[in-house]
Nanobody, 117 residues
């Protein structure tokens, strides 16, 4: 199983980035897909979730600014981030979650997002 994130980088406050997560080795359409992030000195926190059926949910801190989506035909999930703030800085991780059915979940290696002027 592999989850590979991409699209991170350095962006100015107010800017946008689109993160991607390519999944392989799983039946992608069966999994809920999530994004988490972790900044130095802090615990990993949940950012957004999209269910296998396409329902979405967001942490209050990103609601209205971030959009999660998925493409089951391509085994991809995305996180469109807008109006970025310095507090959005961190390593963003892709997570595939099937704990409700099989007990399985997987993590990507993370991609760094830095919001700074």
């Amino acid at each position: 199983v592999q989850l590979v994130e991409s699209g991170g980088g350095l962006v100015q406050p107010g800017g946008s980035l689109r993160l991607s997560c390519a999944a392989s080795g799983i039946t992608f359409s069966h999994y809920a897909m999530l994004w988490y992030r972790q900044s130095p000195g802090n615990e990993r926190e949940w950012v957004a979730r999209i269910s296998s059926g396409g329902s979405t949910d967001y942490a209050d801190s990103v609601k209205g600014r971030f959009t999660i989506s998925r493409d089951n035909a391509k085994n991809m999930q995305y996180l469109q981030m807008a109006s970025l703030k310095p507090e959005d800085t961190g390593v963003y991780y892709c997570n595939a979650d099937d704990t409700a059915v099989t007990g399985l979940y997987f993590w990507g290696q993370g991609t760094q997002v830095t919001v700074s002027s």
